[in-house]
Nanobody
Framework: QVQLVESGGGLVQAGGSLRLSCAAS????????MGWYRQTPGKEREFVAAISWSGDRTHYADSVKGRFTISRDNAKNTVYLQMNSLKPEDTAVYYCAAPRLPYGTTWVYDYWGQGTQVTVSS
């Protein structure tokens, strides 16, 4: 059974930084793309960033490009989201996500973590 557990959220002032972590278990981590999404109350979940299974390709939402960096450590079965220059509009619950199919077959996500709250004060 695939499990994704996020951590690292919290309260930070605008301009500050946070690093989110997502620990994966239940299958071979290194052969799957991984992604981060976020959601605020009353809005749909939105894409933030993604990284290929090999780590050589990354994708970002325009709203976070240049400020956020996604990375992975396959030895630790963990994907990270380094968030710098945070803005109040980055406030959301952040979710880690993984697809069902391996080796970059799809960027559609089937497994989700429970989320971690990020609050950026102005």
């Amino acid at each position: 059974q695939v499990q994704l557990v996020e951590s690292g959220g919290g309260l930070v002032q605008a301009g500050g930084s946070l690093r989110l972590s997502c620990a994966a278990s239940g299958r071979t981590f290194s052969i799957y793309n991984m992604g981060w999404y976020r959601q605020t109350p009353g809005k749909e979940r939105e894409f933030v960033a993604a990284i290929s299974w090999s780590g050589d390709r990354t994708h970002y939402a325009d709203s976070v490009k240049g400020r956020f960096t996604i990375s992975r450590d396959n030895a630790k079965n963990t994907v990270y989201l380094q968030m710098n220059s945070l803005k109040p509009e980055d406030t959301a619950v952040y979710y880690c996500a993984a697809p069902r199919l391996p080796y970059g077959t799809t960027w559609v996500y089937d497994y989700w973590g429970q989320g971690t709250q990020v609050t950026v004060s102005s």
